[in-house]
RNA sequence: GCGCUCGUAGCUCAGUUGGAUAGAGCAACUGCCUUCUAAGCAGUAGGUCGCACGUUCGAGUCGUGCCGGGCGCACCA
């Protein structure tokens, strides 16, 4: 374990139960490593390296009859020298139990330990009383960090493939925010560019003067798109034609230009209306056109002072020394490309909010050669700063890629409106005594309850292929389940407030393993953050080493932490009577039902997704 | 061709960085609503972890080779 690491407990996860009985255990341990007890082992004398075991060396149990934390000997018996059995023995006799853990037990090589069922269980609670909304919450030394995800373009539809994006990148800000983070969202909007001057020219050509209907403005711009796309690729000699249009965009002809702010503006609406829809809120919208500019006469700077070069009509950076191959700055016809406007937006995002540490861009993975080029040739041109591609995989449908340019995506629109009528009719037959604002809004948050969890449920690195039927479950492995489990708890605890209940001022009686066992699942809730949110600011930031690096930050985590405490959550439902037992019962059962329901509540908002109290 | 990546139950995926008997969800089958919401719960069935070697106390996990997908490799974004 780091330093870096060591800091990060202290100023977290030293303040909860979990933190606090490994804290214990490790103790524990090192007082008898630390005796004499092993050094009658067939080497007799320990490691000279060795100094402590910490808290990295303890795994959870595969099943958790076995223990609540446990130990692997492996590494230790290499260290004495004695079989990794006759190690987990001698830990577990000479455990003294600690005020969170009652007792050790040597099974094979493993120790395992069990925690005092009273003491970890109220520990649990007063930290949850401590912390309320915050739990989970790191309060550790601040890092800034700008976070660039929402990267539409204009002129085409949003489909389910930037819901992954949205998705990743809310979970993402709200997961570094809780790990004690200062984020800046920003959005960077693609309104300019070949696709948009494809679109225009097509739309001046062949359908000059048309509107498209409100809220169907994507789709309208969309399939022009699609439609310009096959008529050049039917003639190649059109491409002139588009060619043209572009420069008359970037050269500021007035008609174009008009033409253009027009159908952007359509585009625009569209976008923030579906921002604001699925909870996106971003601190500033950079716009392509803005740095398009700029970015041009920063290439050809670079072409003056002898950084960049021309090279069959184009100006490139060679990073052949990088292993990096070529990187084109700018076309030959002088157009612009994603370089030419990225190499500014680096620049001006950094000049506009002060103090940044890093740059994240949330991208999908076919742009990783990309932007380890764009990385490269920043480093190159004297902008030392952290940038790091956040990649993940893309949405695919099972007929195969999903693209605007051959028009066979599936619209955010037609998706939200599927889970829309389902979830309706769903809420209808369970409370037919609804009004019509309550059903909607219920269905409501249920579809994006399910919308969010589907995209987040995966690893990111992974593909997911898209399967409509499959999208429109509410069950198992989903957002609804977990957002249910919520509402079962809420809804003891509304039940309770009605009751008139003579509430017991302390917690008393015993903790049942039931009850131990869901406040066991509460706690591992700031784990999972310091888990999920570690990636980015811990280590090297580096593009290469991807697979170790994202592969502790990831949204998925948290998932699947989410699905397994709404489990807990059921099997405290099915087994544990709250509201029929005595007051002294029903008071410490109560605590534990609020406990519940606020983990659950807490880990969904890392996800994005709200917790209706009733549904 | 070069580079990256993936191959685990019928389907969609986990597998805590090499550790205990490979786990969920869906689909299938059997049950459970006079008992805090059945968007739930209990149970049954389902596996040669693509194939073959290798590394070691131990391999789904690491290495090499093969087979089979996906993505990328200068004027698209």
Known sequence: MTTEDTQKFENGEADTA?????????????????????????????????????????????????????????????????????????LADNFKSTSLVASAQAVGPYVNFKFDRNNFSRAVLKDLARDGERYGNYSGHAERLIVEYGQPNTHKEVHVGHLRNLFIGLSVVRLLQAAGKDVIPVSYIGDVGAHVSKCLWAYKKFHDGERPELGQEGKFLGAIYTEATRRVEEDESLKTEVSAVQQALESGDQDWTALWQETRQWSLDEMQGIFKEVGCDFDRFYYESEVESPGKKLVRELLEQGQAEMSQGAIIMNLESEDLGVFLLLKSDGNSLYATKDLELAQLKFSEFKDIDTSIHI??????????????????????????????????????????RKGNVITYAEFRDEMMRLAEKETLDRHPDWDKKRLHEVAWTVVEGAMKFAML????????????????????????????????????????????????????????????????????????????????????????????????????????????????????????????????????????????????????FLLGIDAPKEM
């Open 18 to 90: 979990l933190h606090q009985a490994k804290v214990e255990i490790c103790h524990a341990m090192n007082n008898v490593l630390q005796s004499n007890i092993l050094r009658g082992g067939s080497k007799g004398e320990i490691d000279s390296d060795f100094s402590s075991i910490t808290e990295d060396i303890l795994e959870l149990p595969p099943d958790r009859s076995l223990g609540d934390l446990c130990s692997p000997c492996f590494s230790l018996a290499k260290y004495f020298g004695q079989s990794p059995a006759a190690i987990a023995k001698v």
């Open 363 to 404: 991208v999908d993975n076919r742009q990783s050669l990309y932007f380890r080029q764009l990385f490269a040739a920043l480093k190159r041109i004297g902008f030392d700063k952290r940038m790091v591609h956040l990649a993940y995989d893309f949405v695919t449908l099972k007929e195969g890629a999903m693209s605007s």
């Open 457 to 604: 449920r995966q690893d990111a690195e992974r593909p997911i292929v898209f399967d409509l039927q499959e999208s429109l479950a509410f069950e198992g492995f989903t957002g609804p389940y977990v957002q249910y489990a919520h509402a079962r708890m809420c809804s003891i605890e509304t039940k309770a407030a009605e009751m008139d209940i003579d509430y017991v001022s302390d917690i008393t009686g015993e903790f049942t393993e039931e009850e131990f066992a869901a406040l066991r699942q509460v706690a591992d809730l700031p784990h999972t953050v310091f888990v999920a949110s570690a990636g980015p600011v811990r280590g090297e930031l580096d593009v290469n080493r991807k697979k170790r690096f994202f592969g502790n930050f990831n949204p998925s985590l948290v998932a699947q932490y989410t699905f397994d405490l709404a489990q807990r959550a059921n099997d405290f439902y099915r087994d544990v009577p709250v509201l029929s037992v005595d007051d002294q019962d029903r008071t410490r059962r109560l605590m534990i039902v609020g406990a519940l329901r606020l983990a659950l509540e807490r880990a969904l």
